[in-house]
């Protein structure tokens, strides 16, 4: 085993430990990334059976293939959280203008509005 | 010639004014309203200046956003509150003392007799309005008209011209999402979406000093764009 292969498989096993101790997520979410992280530690020590996968469909080499998914991967990400982070604004809005209207100040002076407008 | 429209008082219009640090200009903004007798409702949108301050003695409704939403969300924040005190019309004006009072009657004329359900302010309607467009503004105006037209079937006149009457059941129907400057092209798509009647009507816009260096530069237009792109795309 080489020093990479094993810096690689020890950086899968932090994030895993990482992901499984700090965020608490649904059963789905930690079963996909156990077998995610699963995956990778097997494609880094078994670069022939990524090799072989790679051939199948149709790229070079397995480290080509892992590049190709993982910015895939990467822009589904990116489109997740992004559309997250519009919820998160659709929330925020809501909230900073409950308070607005709750906390409203009305005008002090006496009523004006005897006024009868042009129309 | 329609029936009369029954007499309406003015502080049965709400004018809604989205202010975010206009601490230098919103008293002079606000005063003449005041004057009129309209029920005003300002939404301080987190401003970072004095702007909250200023509004303290004044005989106005005030709200306070925590922190700065854009100003799409102000305006929703205003005539939210403002349908919730009762108000008939709404009339929405900028803070920055870009619009002139002397058009408010005019905008809600057609929207009192019935005629429209929203009337939109156009500075290109009467001669000696866009006269005082500059030039480069005008052109990044009618390319935004183009714009406007393209993402939501309304050819306008004018574009992100902030002067507004709307009726009570139109401003109960828009509802804005985009907290942004996207909102001006928001209100044509549910305009059109939601079959209101719509009508434009001259307003003058004063260029000065401060509301050329506050106004929507040419980045920003790029932003309102991409803005309503990804919402196209993604919703």
Same mark, same amino acid.
């Given at each position: 085993m080489t020093p990479i292969q094993i810096l690689l498989i020890l950086a899968a096993v932090v994030v895993l430990l990482v992901y499984f101790n700090r965020l608490r997520s649904?059963?789905?979410?930690? +079963?996909?990334? $156990? =077998?995610?992280?699963?995956?990778?530690?097997?494609?880094?020590?078994?670069?022939?059976?990524?090799?072989? +996968?790679?051939? $199948? =469909?149709?790229?070079?080499r397995g480290a080509d293939l892992v590049v190709y998914l993982g910015i895939t991967g990467l822009a589904f990400l990116w489109l997740s959280l992004y559309t997250r982070q519009r919820e998160m604004d659709v929330r925020l809005t809501e909230l900073a203008r409950r308070l607005a209207i709750l906390q409203a100040e009305k005008p002090k002076g006496k009523k004006k509005g005897k006024k009868v407008s042009s129309e | 010639m329609g029936i009369m429209p029954a007499a309406v008082r003015n502080s049965e219009i709400f004018v809604v004014v989205p202010a975010f640090n206009e601490g230098p200009v919103i008293r002079a903004t606000l005063?003449?309203?005041?004057?009129?007798?309209?029920?005003?409702?300002?939404v301080d949108d987190g401003s970072k200046d004095q702007t909250w301050k200023y509004l303290k003695d004044l005989n106005v409704h005030r709200l306070r956003h925590s922190f700065n939403l854009g100003q799409g969300a102000a305006l929703q924040s205003a005539v939210s509150y403002a349908l919730a005190q009762g108000a008939k019309y709404i009339v929405h004006f900028d803070a920055d003392g870009q619009h002139s009072i002397e058009d408010i009657p005019g905008l809600l004329a057609p929207v009192i007799s019935g005629r429209a359900d929203v009337a939109l302010g156009s500075r290109f309607l009467r001669r000696a309005d866009w006269e005082t467009v500059p030039p480069t503004r005008r052109l990044l105006l009618k390319g935004a008209v183009a714009v406007n037209w393209l993402l939501t079937g309304l050819w306008l006149t004018d574009a992100h011209n902030g002067a507004r009457a709307l009726t009570r059941r139109a401003a109960q129907r828009i509802v804005l999402r985009e907290n942004g400057f996207a909102h001006a092209t928001e209100i044509l798509?549910?305009?059109?979406?939601?079959?209101?009647?719509?009508?434009?009507?001259?307003?003058?816009?004063?260029?000065?000093?401060?509301?050329l260096l506050k106004g929507q530069r040419f980045w920003h237009a790029f932003d309102v764009f991409v803005d309503l792109l990804i919402r196209r795309v993604l919703r």
């Open positions: 649904r059963l789905l979410d930690r +079963v996909l990334f $156990f =077998l995610l992280a699963v995956l990778a530690v097997v494609m880094v020590a078994r670069p022939d059976w990524a090799n072989a +996968v790679a051939h $199948f =469909l149709g790229v070079g | 005063r003449p309203l005041i004057e009129l007798g309209y029920s005003i409702v300002v798509q549910q305009i059109r979406a939601l079959g209101l009647r719509h009508i434009e009507c001259p307003t003058r816009i004063r260029y000065t000093d401060y509301s």
